[in-house]
């Protein structure tokens, strides 16, 4: 072929068939060399790349299900109403989503991680509820709910801590105004129910 004399072929990706008429993939290179006046010889290197084809189709694939893996948690994330937060082993935050964010604010990374070291200090962490109160100087007390559970590997190693986070100040208000009215109303009642006993006490002595 006149076009191999024009200059070298460096490391071109084609196919040729084999003399059973498969199809092999192959990385060709060439160079053109004068052998004498006006004569010349073209050098061909062909490598067999059928191992590495299969290597980088392997590679492009498992890239593929890693992006949509990814983009699956990140509809996940932003689609959960309440706070998510993932954490590796030693408590530090790998995924937040935005609710969490608001939630915790600037005591967002290190208030993870005290609650992720806690949790996972116990044995079992699966389905754990824990209320975590937050002062703030213009919003004054919160109440942050905590659902945390484990995650594990294929080999059953703890991979990291799962949190669902909510907002439960004002559930835990109305808890202690109730508290607050029934012991008052029980206060109240039993003072003139002591009254009335004592006087019915005495109408019945004789």
Do not use: W
Not at 55 to 69: G, T, Y
Not at 133 to 151: N, T, Y
Not at 155 to 175: K, P, T
Not at 188 to 195: A, C, G, K, N, Q
């Amino acid at each position: 072929d006149f076009g191999l004399l024009r200059g070298r072929v460096s490391n071109l990706e084609t196919n040729i068939n084999n003399s059973r008429g498969d199809v092999i993939p192959i990385l060709f290179s060439s160079a053109p060399c004068e052998q004498q006046k006006n004569k010349y010889l073209v050098v061909c290197i062909l490598k067999d790349i059928t191992e590495l084809i299969a290597v980088r189709n392997s590679r492009e694939k498992a890239l593929a299900i890693a992006e949509e893996s990814r983009r699956k948690i990140d509809v996940l994330l932003r689609s959960v109403p309440d706070g998510l937060v993932f954490t590796d082993p030693q408590g530090r935050v790998q995924l937040k989503n935005n609710p969490a964010e608001k939630l915790l604010q600037d005591e967002s990374e290190q208030l993870i991680l005290d609650i992720s070291k806690q949790l996972l200090a116990e044995s079992d962490v699966m389905g754990r509820v824990v209320d975590v109160p937050l002062k703030r100087k213009e919003e004054g007390l919160h109440v942050i709910q905590v659902h945390a559970s484990m995650v594990y590997d294929n080999f059953d190693r703890i991979s990291g801590l799962v949190m669902l986070l909510r907002d439960v100040s004002q559930e835990r208000s109305m808890d202690q105004m109730k508290n607050e009215f029934i012991s008052t109303a029980a206060h109240e009642l039993r003072t003139p129910l002591t009254s009335i006993l004592g006087y019915s006490e005495l109408m019945l002595e004789p």
